[in-house]
Structure formats: structure tokens, C-alpha cells
């Protein structure tokens, strides 16, 4: 119970404090579940009917706890960090029915490190609490593995049906070694409850994004085909950046350090300590998601959400399986003491450096009761367009916009306000394309913004006053080991900037 407790307070906190680190997140998930819920928000290419590559049935899911706050009273203000805490309880409660497999099937020793390297690790910390499919994906993943390990294989696959089709197409790779295990082991009636359940999950997806894109549209195609199959030069996810094999590997240890050496490795060598049938289990989706995506130009970090609780059992494995070589409890005791406090520290550093455009958002709220609903205030955005965090955590009254900043690319439109969400969600935007090239009326001038939201080195901008400030990482500065890592005592020569908001003087 003591790791399970850590477990929540250390998900808990990553409510209020973890940053979003990714503009994906803030486009095209928050700002239009922002537009389920309020009305307004920012939209995206992948939303226009003419794509239709986003999913509104995976936004139903999160609107649901939101509307029943709101119906019991909770201000719009708070909304953001009601849907945190749903995402979280999903996270928390996958990491704990994994850890209850894993015990039963490996042994205490063995769910115990999977929960000591599941709470600490800072890719946990972030990708458990994002609003992404990649995150669905991975808390998908988590229950589905621990299914596959207690030999519910049907319950298994549903779980990997709703993760890859509500969630992430791509995800759906993770599954092919239960279901091999399914069709090795001819179970009949497992396949067949496996296709009724598939085609359940894409009948209902078909009918809830169809009816809001006014068309017949099955999303996770749509995905497939975009990232796939599209064969058009200037289309397709490479025009966003490419990037070397050694992506993934950096950001893996960034996030769980000697835990990612210490996955991989268990991946291939647990076989030798433990049933080869339940480890397969384990440890081959890891390897075949890893020669999957370490191999695509195209790489992001979420992209690897959906392994990170591989990563982390087959450590756990591999722990236990050489501690059964170590006497010593005090040594191993030290090794997850350590383990623990490079991984919060990591976080610690994450969330001191980068989690000023959600600090800042509460100027917004002060004294915005005197303000008229109907009277818009515009907030704008240039250079910083991809920190900001989300229109969720603006007033109703508050829109955000975007002023030039020599950003050559397509900036997100507005969603269509004042009608129907399906109204709003059926109509082609104009100005959007795939091929991210920039289009203009995407950008007003600065003479239209109330508000601005600007970085810089502490200098104050004429015909604007500040109202609220936090510092941030200057990515144009050397940074030293504080930009990885908190150290307490020497910061490591981190190199910071204020990141502000400021409002339009009255005499302007």
C-alpha cells in the first residue's frame, strides 16, 4: 500500500503542476475538447471535414467528467485540471492492475520494482497525464498486458481494439503477440468475440464522427492513410521533420535513465529467468514497436507513450531477476532510492523549466468578472505560439489569436462559434491544407490584441504593461546539467527568461 500511496500523490501532483510538452496536445486535443465544452478554441487542418484525421469519439470520452463538474457547479477556471485528474485516474488505475499481475504472475519482488520505476519515472509523469491517443494508447496498454499475463486473452484484445481504434491506429501493432498467442493456442471462441468486439468499437466510431464531420468517415483509416500510404511529395508527416535513429534512444533515457538500458536489455535476456510464454507477453511488443518507429524519418516523443510501461516491466523483471543473486536488502534498497531520486529530479527539472505558460494563465481570471461575456479580448501569441498551453484556461470571454512572428508554416484557424458543435464541426475552414504551407489570415495585426503573451530577456515592451511573469528555459542561451537535471544546490549554470503577459496600456 505504501508504493501504491506514492504512486497517487506523485500522479496527483502532475495534475497541478506538469507541463503540456507538446503544441500537438494544445491544437488538437485540448482546444477542441475546449469547443465541446465552451464553444471556442483553435482548430487545426486534421480537423477540417476535407481530412478528417482527428477524432471527435476519443474527445466524448474526456467531455464526459467535464460536463458532469460543470453541472455541479465547477467553474470553467478549474475544467482543465478536472480532465487532468480523469486522464490520471485511467493512468493510475492501469499502473496498478499491471502491478497485481505482475505480482501474481512473477512475484512481489518483481511488482514491486515495476511500481517503484512506474511512480518515479518522469516519461510516466508526463505521458500519464497528456491528452493524446499515445497516452490512451499507453493506458490501454497497461490493462491489456495485464489481462494478456492472467490468461484473459479476449479481454486482452478488446482492450488493445479500444486503445488502437479510439485511440492510436498505430498502437494496434502492440497487440500482434496476443494475438498470435490466440491463434497458436486455436482459440475459437476468443477470435470470434475478438471480430464482434472490433466491429463494435468501429460501428460506434464510424456514427459519432461521421455525424459531427457530416460524412462517413472512419478516422483510424484516415490516419493510416495520411502517415502511410500518402505518396505525394510535400504530403505526409515528414514535412513537420525528420529526424536520426538515436531520437528515441536520447529521449528514453531522458525519461527513465538506466531504467531504459535496463527494459531493453530484460526484454531479450528475461527469458532466461522466467516462463518464456508469459515474458513474450512483455517483452515482444516492446521490440516490435521499437523496430517499427526507431526506423520512420519522421519521430516524436508521444510517439512513444504506448512503450513506456513496456519499458518499465521488463526492467522490473530484469530487477528481480538479479536480485535473486543479491543478498544484500540494504543494497537494494539504495539502487530504487537512487533510481527514484534521479527520476524525480529529472521531473523536478521539467516542470521548474518549462512550466511557466501554465503559471501565467491565472492573470487572465483576476478581475475578469467585471468583464462582459460578450465583449472578446484578444490574446495574442507570436514567437511563443507552440508554449501556449490552452484556451481551456482562458476566460470565456478570452480568444486567442496570432500576430506575425516570421513562423513560415500553417498556423491553427478558429473553430466557427455561435451554433451547433456539429454545425462547427462539419464546416470546410478555409485557408487549411495538409502540405503545411502558411496562409495569412491565420495572423492579425498587433493593433487588434489586448493581451500579449511574449518571451524575452527582461525587457519591457512599449504601450504594454506587464501583469504577470514566470521564468522559463532560453533555448538560445548554453544551458549546463541543470537543464536535464534539478540540482538543488548548483543549478548548473541554467540560463533562463522571463515569460510574460502583458496587457495593452489604455493610452495606446
Not at 468578472?369 to 507552440?386: A, I, L, N, P
Not at 456539429?422 to 464546416?427: D, G, N
Amino acid at each position: 500500500m505504501v508504493l501504491v500511496s506514492i504512486l497517487v500523490a506523485l500522479r496527483a501532483a502532475s495534475v497541478v503542476r506538469m507541463i503540456i510538452p507538446d503544441c500537438d496536445e494544445t491544437y488538437n486535443y485540448w482546444d477542441p475538447l475546449n469547443v465541446v465544452l465552451r464553444g471556442f478554441g483553435k482548430q487545426t487542418w486534421e480537423y477540417s471535414p476535407e481530412y478528417a484525421i482527428r477524432s471527435w469519439a476519443y474527445l466524448m470520452v474526456y467531455a464526459v467528467p467535464a460536463w458532469i463538474a460543470s453541472k455541479l457547479g465547477v467553474s470553467d477556471q478549474w475544467l482543465f485540471y478536472v480532465v487532468r485528474s480523469a486522464i490520471v485516474l485511467f493512468t493510475v488505475w492501469g499502473e496498478i492492475t499491471l502491478y497485481r499481475s505482475i505480482r501474481r504472475q512473477f512475484g512481489k519482488e518483481a511488482s514491486n520494482w515495476f511500481m517503484v520505476f512506474s511512480a518515479a519515472s518522469t516519461g510516466m509523469a508526463h505521458a500519464g497525464v497528456a491528452l493524446l491517443p499515445s497516452s490512451w494508447a499507453l493506458q490501454t496498454q497497461l490493462v491489456a498486458v495485464a489481462a494478456a499475463l492472467d490468461g484473459h486473452y479476449l479481454t486482452s484484445v478488446v482492450w488493445q481494439f479500444v486503445g488502437g481504434l479510439l485511440g492510436w491506429p498505430f498502437a494496434l501493432a502492440l497487440g500482434v503477440p496476443v494475438g498470435l498467442t490466440v491463434v497458436i493456442r486455436r482459440q475459437f471462441n476468443t477470435v470470434v468475440g475478438a471480430i464482434l468486439a472490433f466491429t463494435l468499437i468501429c460501428t460506434s466510431l464510424v456514427a459519432v464522427d461521421s455525424y459531427y464531420y457530416d460524412r462517413l468517415v472512419l478516422v483510424p483509416w484516415n490516419i493510416v492513410k495520411y502517415n502511410v500510404l500518402s505518396g505525394d511529395d510535400g504530403v505526409g508527416p515528414e514535412i513537420f521533420g525528420t529526424e536520426p535513429w538515436t531520437y528515441y534512444p536520447v529521449n528514453l533515457v531522458l525519461n527513465f535513465h538506466v531504467v531504459a538500458v535496463a527494459g531493453y536489455l530484460g526484454a531479450v535476456v528475461n527469458y532466461f529467468f522466467y516462463n518464456p510464454k508469459r515474458v513474450w507477453l512483455v517483452s515482444a511488443p516492446l521490440l516490435i514497436w521499437s523496430a517499427i518507429f526507431f526506423t520512420q524519418p519522421h519521430k516524436e516523443e508521444r510517439f512513444l507513450y504506448p512503450i513506456y510501461p513496456l519499458v518499465v516491466a521488463n526492467a522490473a523483471l530484469l530487477a528481480a531477476a538479479v536480485g535473486r543473486y543479491v543478498r544484500s536488502r540494504l543494497l537494494k534498497v539504495v539502487a530504487a532510492v537512487a533510481v527514484t531520486v534521479v527520476s524525480c529530479l529529472r521531473t523536478a527539472a521539467l516542470i521548474l523549466h518549462y512550466s511557466a505558460p501554465l503559471t501565467v494563465m491565472s492573470t487572465f481570471w483576476d478581475g475578469n468578472e467585471t468583464t462582459s461575456v460578450d465583449q472578446h479580448k484578444s490574446v495574442c501569441v507570436g514567437k511563443e505560439w507552440y508554449h501556449f498551453p490552452t484556451s481551456m484556461l482562458l476566460p470565456e470571454n478570452y480568444r486567442l489569436e496570432y500576430i506575425d512572428s516570421g513562423f513560415d508554416g500553417l498556423l491553427p484557424g478558429s473553430f466557427a462559434e455561435g451554433s451547433s458543435l456539429k454545425s462547427r464541426a462539419s464546416v470546410v475552414p478555409e485557408g487549411m491544407n495538409n502540405r503545411n504551407q502558411y496562409d495569412p489570415s491565420k495572423v492579425v495585426p498587433e493593433s487588434q490584441c489586448d493581451y500579449l503573451i511574449e518571451s524575452g530577456a527582461g525587457e519591457d515592451l512599449k504601450g504594454w504593461t506587464r501583469k504577470q511573469c514566470a521564468q522559463m528555459l532560453d533555448p538560445a542561451q548554453p544551458q549546463g546539467w541543470g537543464r536535464l537535471i534539478y540540482l538543488p544546490i548548483n543549478r548548473g549554470k541554467v540560463n533562463a527568461m522571463d515569460y510574460c503577459v502583458y496587457e495593452r496600456d489604455a493610452s495606446v
